[in-house]
């Protein structure tokens, strides 16, 4: 056979669709209380690794919205990358609120994933992007090294006492744009209120807020990580998210950032994520197709390297 017809049977095996099972799945969160999954799955024997994918938003998803984060759509390029590869993918839903038992949902979700038939629980990455950044950097603080490795796209609140109470005239909020500036640091401080009255007093919020920050417990992270950030991110700022990326180098952690240019928040899926009124503000809302690309291939390459594939 020659070079060039070896060649073209590798593209087209290369090329091929991986034949996969989708499946509408319920699962029950350390109160009981059921969640929504959807997952996809080849249809070999396995075992396949698994890629947990969490939603933004903080709010439940229907099914419909989760199989964009975990079957192949019309809507996540990336999503779609992720379903070429010989890896299982479920996407989780958990409940809505701020800071509660959504992040113990999330983490009933990756358990729930972990048991399913022709999934191998040994290898097991989390991808998440805004609020469910935030979802899997809390799951890899919890779960520490029963996770492979995780991704967090513009990761929402990494430090919550950075955030909530915002110095608007020193880094890192002196370094973003004066009206999203002021955008961030008034939902701030409304968050914070809603902590103080429902932790009693100054002290026991400071405590409820480090004990739920990703900056104050990276220590605990235990597992690869890989943030995605952008530049144009109006909703979760790059210069937000860099102090943790900062602070876990200095600890000599395994960490890794990825930063784009032009894309706004929602890049790390491959579209454009948030309310309209951020859609517009942020270019229109459309994201670089060069950008998402390597996106996709920066992803891909460190689940691949973390979960043992080729």
Request: proline share 5%; net charge positive; hydrophobic share 35%.
């Amino acid at each position: 056979m020659s070079n060039l017809l070896i060649a073209m049977c590798l593209v087209s095996l290369q090329s091929a669709p991986i034949k996969r099972d989708i499946s509408e799945l319920v699962f029950k969160s350390i109160d009981g209380r059921e969640s929504k999954a959807v997952l996809s799955i080849p249809n070999g024997d396995g075992p396949y690794p698994l890629v947990v994918t969490v939603h933004g938003g903080n709010t439940e998803k229907p099914y419909g919205y989760l199989r964009t984060m975990a079957a192949p759509n019309r809507v996540s390029s990336i999503v779609n990358d992720l379903n070429k590869e010989q890896w299982a993918i479920l996407a989780v839903s958990y409940r809505n609120g701020f800071m509660n038992l959504g992040d113990d949902d999330v983490i009933a979700g990756i358990r729930f994933g972990m048991g399913l038939p022709k999934v191998d629980k040994t290898r097991v990455a989390l991808v998440g992007g805004s609020h469910g950044g935030y979802k899997v950097l809390q799951a890899a603080i919890q779960m520490g090294s029963e996770i492979k490795c995780v991704s967090a796209g513009s990761p929402w609140m990494v430090d919550p006492v950075t955030f909530m109470q915002a110095d608007e005239v020193s880094p890192p909020f002196s370094l973003i744009k004066p009206d999203v500036r002021s955008r961030l640091t008034a939902q701030g401080k409304a968050l914070y209120n809603q902590i103080l009255r429902r932790e009693g007093s100054e002290q026991k919020a400071q405590e409820f807020l480090q004990a739920h920050s990703a900056h104050h417990q990276s220590t605990k992270i235990k597992s690869p990580l890989l943030l995605l950030t952008s530049l144009a991110d109006e909703s979760v700022p790059h210069v937000l998210v860099e102090p943790l990326y900062a602070r876990m180098k200095s600890q000599r952690q395994n960490v890794e950032i990825f930063t784009v240019d032009k894309s706004p928040h929602g890049f790390y899926w491959g579209r454009s994520e948030g309310s309209a009124e951020r859609r517009g503000i942020e270019r229109n809302g459309t994201v670089d197709e060069g950008e998402v690309r390597m996106t996709s291939a920066k992803l891909i390459d460190f689940l691949k390297k973390n979960l043992g594939q080729k």
